[in-house]
Nanobody
Framework: QAQLVESGGGLVQAGGSLRLSCAVS?????????MGWFRQGPGKERIFVAA????????DYADSVKGRFTISRDNAKKTVYLQMNSLKPEDTAVYYC????????????????????WGQGTQVTVSS
């Protein structure tokens, strides 16, 4: 079973930036899986933030983060990134990365049920 470890979270003022990383181990064909980022605010359900296809050629974003967040991946390092700029207090949440259940799915998925392995999450807090 794959292990995913997120890092890079923290406390930042509104308008600031953070870069999250998700290091993946124990997954033989990392470069063949789409990857996603989700977040879960206090008392809220886990929701989609961004996803990237297996070769980095296709991405998708939640409307709330389009133009501010950028997802990328380095298959050689088995790592996925989420660059977050112009952060807002409503971005405060625990951020999770996840691996798609399906090998080389043609279109990136946006639902939690489409993803299998999950990291433990990293807290992002944006102060106003």
């Amino acid at each position: 079973q794959a292990q995913l470890v997120e890092s890079g979270g923290g406390l930042v003022q509104a308008g600031g930036s953070l870069r999250l990383s998700c290091a993946v181990s124990g997954l033989t064909f990392f470069s063949s899986y789409n990857m996603g980022w989700f977040r879960q605010g206090p008392g809220k359900e886990r929701i989609f933030v961004a996803a990237i296809n297996w070769n980095g050629g296709s991405t998708d974003y939640a409307d709330s983060v389009k133009g501010r967040f950028t997802i990328s991946r380095d298959n050689a390092k088995k790592t996925v990134y989420l660059q977050m700029n112009s952060l807002k207090p409503e971005d405060t949440a625990v951020y999770y990365c996840a691996r798609d259940r399906v090998l080389s799915r043609p279109v990136v998925a946006v639902t939690t049920l489409s993803y299998a392995d999950w990291g433990q999450g990293t807290q992002v807090t944006v102060s106003s």
